[in-house]
């Protein structure tokens, strides 16, 4: 067919690029396409559709922005695949489990699941009005409003098998402390460390745990973060760590993907506080 007719054949049709993007998506929600298969190439569309090649790459990045497809260089296009966790909160930060885990949870849960990991830490000061899903990090942590805090900011990676580069983002995880308590610590550097042994060590070892969770949609720079796309649904995982029923001694603020993940608690007959 020649250019000029093809060009007057599409926009007759209207928007051939959300056509074929519709019937993509359906076949891989009614998986006819399972995570990590390669769909058709640029050409193949083309050909079968009688379409330019502008028109088929427009309808993989609707796909792609829509968080269904990854585009692979030189290879091709391929259904994401989902990085699943089950995430066991109870257990996450248990003192006793802690013991035997070198450095902290996380990492124990992601080698369970067969996945690899890494994480990048800093550590900074903060002002205690600092909000945390809307209240001052200072109220969380139950000190006074004009107290600094310490902030571990980590962005944690995941891989998905053991002898495979830990690239994808799993979440943002910062936890904090007062500067006070935790100011001549291993708290301080940028390095894992085992929070529950430093704050036992400290006289204030981790008890009962108060969890906020919010689904949400990301803000900008978590998307840009986590490599999510433009709306994407996130969990806002916020944890209050107490030493003892009124003494919280460790805030946790975590932002997870949305999908992927299943998380498991395990509620005692008796209060938590």
């Known amino acids: 067919m020649p250019p000029a ?9 209207g928007d051939l690029s959300a056509r074929i993007a519709a019937d993509l998506r359906n076949a891989i929600l009614q998986g006819d396409y399972a995570e990590g ?5 640029t050409s193949e569309i083309m050909k079968r559709e009688d379409v330019s090649s502008l028109t088929v790459r427009g309808a993989y990045q609707q796909l792609i922005a829509e968080g269904l497809v990854v585009a692979v260089p030189k290879k091709g296009f391929y259904v994401r695949e989902a990085l699943n966790m089950t995430w066991h909160m109870t257990k996450w930060q248990d003192p006793k489990r802690l013991k035997s885990v070198p450095l ?15 994480q990048t830490i800093s550590v900074g000061i903060v002002a205690g009005d600092e909000p945390i899903a809307g209240t001052p990090i200072a109220d969380r942590l139950g000190i006074p409003i004009e107290e600094r805090v ?10 998905p098998s053991p002898d495979t580069a830990a690239t994808t983002p799993e979440s943002i995880a910062d936890s904090y402390y007062s500067y006070a308590l935790v100011k001549e610590t291993a708290i301080m550097q940028p390095e894992s460390v085992n929070t529950a042994a430093i704050l036992a060590d400290l006289g204030w070892p981790m008890g009962a745990h108060e969890d906020e969770l919010t689904p949400r949609i990301a803000t900008r720079t978590e998307s840009e973060t986590l490599q999510l796309p433009e709306v994407t649904a996130v969990l806002e995982v916020v944890r209050t760590t107490y030493t003892a029923p009124d003494k919280p001694v460790l805030v946790l603020h975590q932002i997870r993907p949305g999908n992927g993940s299943k998380y498991i608690y395990r509620v005692n007959e008796d209060p938590v506080r």
């Open 5 to 13: 007719r093809r060009r007057g054949r599409e926009a007759a049709l």
């Open 37 to 41: 298969d390669r769909l058709p190439s």
């Open 104 to 118: 902290d949870g996380w990492p124990a849960d992601v080698e369970a699941a067969g996945f690899s990991h890494h």
């Open 150 to 159: 310490v902030v571990r900011r980590r962005l944690r990676l995941i891989g």
